[in-house]
């Protein structure tokens, strides 16, 4: 039954439902006084909770988000031995759902806690090389910018550099092509939704 089509077209589904699943709205209904949807206010992702509720709200869907990008592929890898191309499509399909859930009327977050979740599952070497770069990057920027104004976030910044490098060191590891297809895919992505974020909350102060 695994090995059908049928079965890996509902795991990839349920891949995507599970993505939609955004525990930055949850808690923003849990800690929020207002009656504003989250979405309005901020971004609706681990720093936009963090933002507007602090780290009680953006530790627990930090680990939620990134939790959503290691489940997938690890269960799809261990557990049902599922054939590589139904793997990369589920976790790119795990990603969109954080980008665009559909229960929340595809207003979700950026994705970059999702795929810090993906990579580390997946390329875990490369992904911790590539980590440490991109705090390092956002650490250099945020000093250097600490007494201009700036309209770009140092997270926003790390976070770039780092669904760049990601396919990078894929190549450099030797890791197969379509894994390096997938984190290529990831970078389109966040590349795609963050200028999307970046317009839409640009006058928005509580999102800067």
């Known amino acids: 039954m695994i090995d059908t089509i049928y079965f890996k077209i509902f795991y990839i589904i349920a891949s995507y439902l599970l993505g939609s699943v955004l525990f930055a709205y949850i808690m923003a209904k849990i800690l929020g006084k207002g009656k504003q949807n989250l979405s309005e206010i901020d971004r609706p ?120 490098l990601l396919p990078i060191f894929c190549i450099i590891f030797n890791e197969p092509i379509e894994i390096t297809i997938l984190f290529i895919c990831i970078f389109l992505i966040i590349f795609g939704k963050g200028l999307i974020l970046h317009f839409r909350y640009r006058y928005n102060p509580t999102a800067n």
Do not use: C, E
Not at 53 to 78: E, Q, R
Not at 115 to 130: D, M, S
Not at 138 to 151: E, L, Q, S
């Open 45 to 164: 992702g681990t720093a936009g909770a963090g933002r507007q509720f602090g780290y009680k709200a953006s530790i627990p869907t930090f680990i939620f988000d990134v939790g959503k990008g290691v489940l997938v592929p690890l269960i799809a890898i261990k557990v049902l031995h599922l054939d590589i191309y139904t793997v990369v499509i589920a976790t790119l399909a795990v990603l969109v759902g954080h980008n665009w859930p559909i229960f929340f009327k595809f207003n979700g977050g950026g994705g970059i806690a999702t795929t810090i979740g993906i990579a580390a599952y997946l390329i875990t070497y490369g992904f911790l090389i590539v980590f440490g770069i991109s705090l390092l990057v956002g650490g250099i920027y945020k000093f250097a910018m600490h007494k201009k104004k700036h309209d770009v976030n140092p997270n926003v910044i790390g976070g770039a550099l780092g669904t760049f």
